[in-house]
């Protein structure tokens, strides 16, 4: 294979993986998991669920909390993206401790003050019923902890310094496709020639009860509390919302040639990347499709592909009634009427959030590897609506070169990437 | 093959008002618009008054936004409007540099009195009944930091694609680094890029009052305010960036060529120090003597400390506008209200203008701006 592809850009290859997921720690644990049809789905156990609507979720608990206070959000995606960049920069064998050479792009939730850090204010200010603002901010003046640890940018400020990442760390959110952008940005710097290495980072840490609330009230949560294992149901008949979930997915990119020159193992390449913003509305799209639809094509095209090249469609899947049914929409309308098989992750951890695109993006690449298709779990009742091979229940062998993986974001935001095996 | 990147339009909002003119004094000098009472002890620059239906004309999409969503997206249209690219939204590329929306003052402090006095699990109990039954149920996607760009999407159009990024002052200059940096390489024609940052809400001034960095009391200009020094401002800045030759083949005027742009980010301790960056960053752009300088520092101490030995190392820097003693910091919003008005002072006469960002934590950005051959 050459260097550069039929845009004359260089090639982007992947040499590096790291996963944290409900399924485990590692690739290894997570892979397996999946492959087995396993649930990473439990009844939440982080804080009290009572007056919730739903009370289950795919958590992640970090080796180090047990015992104490749950971390907060920003703690725990700063943890979790750690364990799968460690994992990434390790297998990928690149640069020295503490430098690896080439930037640093993170996906990651929104963070911000949380209720224990303002009760601890709160009652520092003893204010009693006419507690305002103005009393926390006393209480909470000259805490440059915690400033560093609700900026935006601290997460990645801190990443960066660990790993030693080149120039300004970009973090990014594109909602449900933060992932996938996250790996576009660093595919793009390298096709740019501005780098030769990225490491490209998705991490979700938000299963606390203001985010679950905040979904729940968007009618977006399945409420299947009784059997958390069976509450993930994409493209199933009975599907009635997604499950929230966390984990994290790193991933070091390099130009083909310079991991060549370095004689490193090829994991796999991102063959093309897409994107197209809908205008319809925030948590719906289009009913044409045309935005899902024109990610697809996109990323395809980019890719120097047609549709009857993909082998396997990695599914955005939260298996919501609606983003299931327009997902099936544009996979009939891209790929005709024999489209691929089609399978969601989701349905056995849950939807990952801004981890989701880089964590689907790493088990494309398994899938290829081990030429294994995952499958769609609690898939009990066909919904005569989609009609698509959504590889049920059990993971099956296949023959797969290409992967196109979608990831479809409230807010209007679609980036569908194209991961292909390894020259 | 690197093409030429224009700015054919900018939508600037700030408390001395919305739109070139208004801010054509910010460059003399102007006395700043302060609100010292609202947010007692902090002073804070306000927002104008703006009739929001001009761009905002469905009072449905107004009211799925906060503020903070709303004056991103007004100042989004006053820059596609400013372009005069009203029929290229469908293509056009969005970058919005995001920080986050409004929370619920009033129900954070009512739980918040009442959890405090509760012991541990009967308040978390309790917060969650509160947050379920209190929580706004579209104030979730008026709070989400991507949605400013959705909003931008839904109310004006803008498809091309959409990417927000966060990270403070840092996290706007790298939106119009790789913005440009997308344009010159072909990927497209023309594309919008800013943010925006609404100073009047307490949930932001815990924040920054958590830094130690907030000045308290009367304005003051910003020689006079000491290791406390940032006064917030409510801005909105957002850029029309396009390649030289699609905004030719369209008949569209550049207001001035972005020669160049650089973003680091120093550790900031030792030998890795904000001034250094900036030197380094300098030394990439083909900066010549008497550029004017719109300067980035935000009253932070120890950065506008470093911006200004930065300063000092240039060779015969020119006239320097410190636009947040008139406009206040804007965060996000900071760097592309920076680069407007580098911009601006391009389109009286400057041979060069340099824009610099100087994170209050971390973040450093140059960008250099000259008129349209």
Redesign the interface.
Known sequence: MKDRNHLGRHVVAVTGIGLVTPLGFGVAESWAGLLAGRSGIRRISR???????TTIAGEVTLPEEMGREPFTSPERVERMAALAAEEAVAGAGIGAPGRFPGPLFLG?P????E?PQ??VF??Q?E????????D??AA?????A???N?????I??RL??RFGTS?????????CATGA?SIQ?GV?AIQ?G?AQAALCIGAEGSVQ??AL??????SALSTRNDEPPRASRPFEKTREGFVMSEGAAALVLESLESARARGATVLGLILGAG?????????RSNPDGG?IIGAMRAAITDAGLEPGQIDYVNAHGTGTPENDKMETLGMRAVFGDSPPPISSNKSMIGHTLSAAGAIEAVFSLLTIRDQRLPPTINHEAPDPAIPLDVVPNVARDAKVARVLSNSF?????NVCLVVGAAP | MAEPVWITGIGLVSCLGEGPEAHAAALAGASPVVDEESFAPFPVHPLPALNLDRQIPKKGDQR?MEPWQRLGTYAAGLAIDHAGARGLVADMH?VVA???GE?D?GL??AI??????LPP?E???R???R??NG???T???A?????L???I??VH????????????E??A??AVR?TA??LA?G?GGIALVGGAYVAAR??M????????GLLRGAWAPMAERGEAGLVMGSVAAFLVLETASHARARGATGLAVLTGIA???A?RRGEDSAEASAAGLAARLPLRPGATVISGASGAAAATAAEARFLAGLPAPGPMVRSAESLGHSVEAAFPANLALATLVVQAGAPQALATGF?V???E?LALVEPVA
């Not at chain 1, 994107?275 to 948590?283: I, P, V, W």
């Not at chain 1, 974001?409 to 935001?413: E, L, S």
């Not at chain 2, 918040?112 to 006095?117: I, K, N």
């Open positions: 804080f009290p669920t009572e007056h919730l609507r990651m929104p963070v911000e003050v209720w303002r009760l709160a009652r200010a204010a009693g019923a006419a507690l305002r603002y103005s926390l901010i909470a003046s000259g805490q440059q915690l400033f560093e609700c900026l935006f940018g601290g990645g400020e960066a310094d120039g300004a760390p970009i973090s990014l959110t594109t909602a952008s940005l793009e740019r501005e009860p203001e609330i905040r979904f729940s009230l968007l994107e197209r913003a809908d205008s319809f509305h925030r948590t935005a974001g409230f807010g209007g935001q | 799925q969005l995001a920080g986050g929370r003052i954070d402090e918040t009195a009442e959890l405090a006095t699990a308040a978390a109990a917060l969650n009944e947050l379920a929580l706004r149920p104030l979730f996607l709070q989400l930091s991507n949605l760009a959705g909003n999407s839904i159009g803008v498809t091309g694609s959409s990417r927000t990024f966060m990270g403070e840092a996290a200059a790298d790789i940096a997308r390489e990927r307490w949930d001034l815990l924040l920054y009052a958590a830094s130690g973003t680091g980010a550790r994170g934590w971390r973040g950005a």
